[in-house]
């Protein structure tokens, strides 16, 4: 399934993508095939993404449901009837939102994690080749950060030298601790591509990696949750960035140096993961500062896409002056 946040009027919306065209809006819909099913949520009209989640399997399972209910009205042509209350809306007269649109807590991410960024990290400054990381390389992004896969990336004042990083992220729908690279993949509920904007400069000012990280709209996500069911291997899947339509990023996740299973295991040593928490597995090479067509500038546009995922699409505007 590839579930997804869309805004209708000033709120997010749960729902999931049918016949690759239609939403099927998911609050609704379970009010009207399912009523209040759900012991433990009062108001299904309000559910959001993270606690469709934590509904778990069954919360799944209710959602392949009245995806069948909602297919069946098409095929029998009664589908107007979906239209007229809004339980089924089109794709293409909605904003995509993030599908988590503002995490409950700060994004997890990898830095260093494909060799080839690796190395040329250490060209682009004239250091000598640097060792592979013997553990995983981990920092956080803010919830502030987050942004939709079509919304404008705001290059902020405080920067000249703005970057891109394409990345597979997973996210969490069982939580846990002390969690076995064998038992990892059970506590994943699914992909999104993931772009880990980057100031450079504020990076290297600050000596550490949140600040030049942080900033708000430097974390474009989705397009949609891509439950785990459909991603067979994760772990053999292209990834790519490109910058006003020139391939800047080329590669598999099977070149990581940590996969999935290894970065959930040790992320969780001594650490409990919740449900709907994000982790972004790192970026390959190609990143703007050590690519020769450069850093990003505004006006650039932006598309970063994962095999089975899908693709991202954002804009380089300049941030507005201070009123």
Known sequence: MKLLTYISGNEHRVGALIGGDFILDLNR???????????????????????????????????????????????????GELFRDGTVVRLCQVKLAAPIPRPRKNIVCLGLNYPEHVAEGSRARGEPPRPLPEVPVFFTKPPTSVIGPYDNIIYPRVTERLDYEVELAFVIGRGGKYISRGEAYRHIVGYMVFNDVTARDLQRRHQQWFKGKGCDTFAPMGPYLVTADEVEDPMSLDLWLKVNGEIRQYSNTRNMIFGVDEILSILSDGMTVEVGDIVATGTPSGVGSAHPSGLLKVGDIVEAGVEKIGELRNRVVAEEPRS
């Open 29 to 79: 819909a379970f009010n009207r095939h399912l009523g209040n099913a759900f012991e433990g949520v009062e108001d299904l009209f309000k559910l959001d993404m993270i606690s469709l989640l934590e509904l778990g399997d069954r919360g799944l399972q209710e959602v392949e449901r009245a995806m069948g209910e909602a297919l069946r009205f098409f095929a029998e042509g009664d589908e």
